[in-house]
């Protein structure tokens, strides 16, 4: 099941008393394909949301439809319900005082607590949500440029910034980010979405920073190792040139570990040297072999 019918089927267990089941209709009504006086026509690629559409119809109007499906070229089927009856496209008309001039969302008619399952039905009638592992992204589809803006206020009512864009001359109101996505996943009734929503973000938030860590702690073992063979060559070639008896004790010392702990930090040299000194104090040190090591090179044209 993917994750837009995951929310859908969590919409629908909250529809659960008259009210809600007059707004989520309205909202499913509202943005279907075709709404005029000759006919509604509410058509979806789920059918999650088409037995949904008539069931709430049922219930607000006691009256049974049925679907039709259609399959598509891409083999995918659509299910539409087609009204034609003059009778009970006005009682639809009536109940939700639709305009027979152009669409808008009339919030009067709903109460004020119900508008979150109203935009739900707006989700079943277009909606869907991307799966958070790959990319957040919520939109919804409108029928009209007017139903786009005035959902996009509606939306803004609640804290949540949503765009507008035209795509196959569908328009589409969309949502980016993934609090803003959180924020309406709630509004519309998909709390456990929401909280499944999180614990996504949380894990990849999480395995991005182990990844973060774990390139770093890479880079500084690489930069150590080349470090380290860098020291151990300057002390092999004073070795075998005028052997590390030729360096002072200080140095000799730090040699001398070197080349029995290769992979040894220079923190732990310093730690481990009779008279202990800090890692700034140990890359001196080998500071001064290198510049020994350098000198011989010189002298020999190595």
Do not use: W
């Not at 669409?103 to 277009?126: C, K, M, N, P, Q």
């Not at 001359?169 to 949502?175: A, K, N």
């Amino acid at each position: 099941m993917s994750f837009s019918d995951e929310v859908r089927c969590e919409i629908c267990t909250n529809i659960t008393d008259k009210d809600k089941r007059f707004a989520c209709l309205y909202g499913m009504i509202l943005f279907a394909k075709i709404l005029d006086r000759n006919r509604i026509c509410f058509q979806s690629k789920s059918r999650i949301s088409a037995e949904t559409f008539g069931n709430l119809f049922k219930r607000v109007f006691h009256e049974e439809i049925h679907y039709r499906e259609s399959k598509a070229a891409n083999s995918k089927v659509m299910y539409i319900y087609d009204i034609k009856s003059d009778e009970l496209i006005n009682k639809i008309f009536m109940k939700y005082h639709f305009s027979e001039i152009e669409r808008h969302i009339d919030s009067e008619i709903i109460s004020t607590g119900s508008l979150g399952i109203f935009t739900a039905g707006v989700f079943l009638a277009g909606g869907s949500v991307n799966d958070p592992e790959k990319e957040y992204h919520l939109e919804f589809s409108a029928p009209s440029e007017l139903l786009a803006r005035e959902l996009i206020i509606l939306l803004g009512d609640i804290g949540v910034t949503a765009g507008q864009a035209l795509r196959r001359g569908q328009q589409i109101v969309y949502i980016k980010g993934s609090e803003s996505i959180e924020d309406t996943l709630t509004f519309i009734g998909a709390q456990q979405c929401t909280l499944d929503l999180i614990n996504v973000k949380i894990y990849k938030d999480i395995r991005n920073k182990a990844n973060r860590i774990a390139n770093c702690d890479s880079a500084n073992i690489d930069k150590l190792v080349k470090a380290s063979m860098k020291q151990i060559d300057d002390i092999r070639l004073i070795s075998e040139v005028q052997g590390l008896e030729s360096l002072s004790c200080e140095l000799r010392e730090i040699a001398e570990i070197r080349l029995a702990n290769t992979d040894m930090s220079l923190r732990d040299i310093g730690e481990n040297l009779k008279e202990p000194i800090s890692r700034s104090g140990v890359n001196h040190r080998f500071k001064k072999i290198a510049r020994i090591a350098d000198d011989i090179r010189k002298a020999n044209g190595i």
